[in-house]
């Protein structure tokens, strides 16, 4: 099997060393999104997202709940969930960019 060029740039033991720190980086960095909070607000519907993308709360306007128009709320809801998600998950992928840079031929394995 052919390395890409510059892997490792110590041969195959250097780009063993390399795979694993990046590894044990991307280890810590889940433990430290599961801990941040990403905020999304629309239309009077706040959803609250850890860097990991689990939703960890929802909360809605009291105005907003009409009986005579739940698929309006409905439509509120699902669009913040989706944007506060598309969020957090932006902001994982670009912390994974700052690791997986380190090791040519896998930065684009969207770890």
């Excluded at 009986?67 to 998600?85: H, M, Y």
């Amino acid at each position: 099997m052919k390395l890409p060029k510059g892997f490792g740039g110590q041969g195959f033991g250097g780009a063993l060393q390399q795979a694993q720190q990046a590894m044990a980086r991307a280890q810590n960095l889940e433990k430290e999104l599961a801990t941040e909070r990403v905020e999304h607000e629309k239309d009077g519907v706040k959803v609250i997202f850890d860097g990991t993308g689990d939703l960890q709360s929802l909360s809605i306007d009291p105005e907003l709940v009409d009986p005579d128009d739940v698929a309006g709320l409905e439509s509120v809801i699902v669009a913040a969930i989706r944007q506060g998600f598309a969020k957090a998950s932006e902001m994982r992928s670009q912390r994974m960019q700052d690791i997986m840079p380190d090791i040519p031929g896998l930065g684009g394995l969207g770890l």
